[in-house]
């Protein structure tokens, strides 16, 4: 893969630069905290090189240097969500071309590709990448890019991304990684062969449930053009306040799934122990089908976890709506525990021979750990388990 990363000789740990952004924009002021810069344009000839903020201003900047850190690469780019961020890759594509994508994408990317990308002449293939012949398929059909997302939502299927960016590189086949639901901290796509690694900033990277934002980070020159072309070109870029509230949710980042993670291995082990649960999924355990691969390719098992209840819709319904510090909402990645019911919420708009063939029924359910006191978690889980 080629790289023009420069060699850094000493780089501190990852709380570190979670903390310690670069430059604030505001030297003359001592400020701690980095202000924000509302103005949609500059003068021209300022040092910074700012123009108009839909290509750029200062929050943008400080939020893509803690990125760009944290990733432990050359760049990112900020997009005003990761649904943006997604636009921006599939803007770069031409009629004609073919984008292979897990078949477990991401509800909206599979919308943006199949109802709007479509119409423009973009094709898409859909693979299942845990199935080996799916490496055969890259081969045989050449894609443009490839499109991964690894674990996938809700079931936590875990794909083995050298493996896949082995065989892609030697194609010069671009890859996509949608590394939201592990961010930089728990897996690194572009150590291991991604082009480009993508991430839906509204989620773990910020934290709070408070702002919408996506982000790219690549080691290539040209991608990284691409992609603050496309950020001016298509309007895609964020507001300069939300940038700023992700670079304060970036500070807590290594703490928050620190503890969401050590809470998530201990919920899912009693989920799986309860009598009422039929399965639990969650890439560490012993019992997930790709364990292998998650041990190999993640530094911890994350903070999701699915489950499949012993009941009916109405009786997994009522088992959601009955936990006391679990929202029944859709996302994922805040400090505070939301439950999921993906049939109804997250997957309601897709048909039910598909929801069957993804493993999606009325009894599943998607967790996602938050902050809390692990004790209080557990037992109102007990609890409504207990009454199911
Ligand atoms: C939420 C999410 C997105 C989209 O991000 P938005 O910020 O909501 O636009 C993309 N990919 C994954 C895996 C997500 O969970």
């Excluded at 990733?71 to 649904?83: K, L, P, R």
């Excluded at 194609?171 to 150590?191: E, G, R, Y």
């Excluded at 598909?354 to 599943?364: F, V």
Aim: proline share 5%; net charge neutral.
């Amino acid at each position: 893969m080629s790289s023009d990363k420069p060699q850094n000789h000493y780089s501190p740990g990852l709380s570190t630069r979670s903390i310690h952004h670069g430059e604030s924009f505001a030297s003359d002021t001592g400020t701690v905290m980095p202000p924000i810069f509302p103005s949609s344009t500059f003068e021209h000839g300022n040092p910074g090189g700012f123009d108009y903020t839909r290509s750029g201003n200062p929050n943008f900047r400080i939020l893509e240097s803690v990125l760009s850190s944290i990733e432990d690469c050359s760049y990112a780019t900020v997009f005003g969500s990761g649904v943006s961020a997604i636009t921006a890759i599939a803007s770069t594509l031409k009629t004609g071309d073919l984008v292979l994508c897990e078949e477990n994408l991401y509800g909206c990317t599979i919308r943006l590709f199949e109802q709007i990308f479509q119409r423009f002449g973009l094709n898409t293939a859909w693979v299942d990448f845990t199935d080996a012949s799916s490496l055969t398929t890259i081969t045989e059909k050449k894609p443009a890019m490839i499109w991964l997302e690894s674990p996938t939502n809700p079931l936590l299927k875990i794909l083995d991304i050298s493996k896949i960016c082995t065989v892609a590189n030697a194609q010069k086949i671009p890859v996509v990684v949608d590394n939201t639901f592990c961010t930089a901290l728990l897996q690194s796509p572009l150590k291991i062969g991604a082009t480009l690694s993508l991430t839906s900033t509204t989620k773990y990277i910020n934290g709070h449930s408070d702002a919408l934002g996506g982000a790219i980070c690549t080691n290539e020159r040209k991608w990284q053009d691409l992609m603050t072309f496309a950020q001016k070109a298509l309007g895609l870029q964020p507001s300069p306040f939300d940038c700023w509230l992700i670079t304060r949710g970036i500070k807590t980042l290594p703490l928050r799934l620190e503890r969401q993670v050590s809470n998530a291995a201990a919920l899912a082990d009693q989920l799986a122990a309860h009598p009422s649960v039929k399965w639990v999924r969650y890439p560490f355990r012993g019992d997930h089908p790709q364990q292998n691969v998650a041990l190999r390719q993640m530094n911890a098992g994350g903070a999701i976890i699915t489950a499949n209840l012993k009941g009916n819709q109405n009786q997994t319904f009522s088992f959601c709506k009955s936990l006391k510090f679990f929202t029944l909402a859709e996302s994922l990645g805040g400090v505070e525990s939301l439950i999921c019911h993906p049939a109804t919420m997250t997957h309601a708009s897709v048909d039910a021979t598909t929801k069957a063939h993804l493993g999606i029924d009325e009894s599943l359910v998607r967790f996602s750990i938050g902050c809390e006191d692990l004790s209080d978690l557990s037992s109102d889980l007990k609890k409504a388990l207990d009454q199911l």
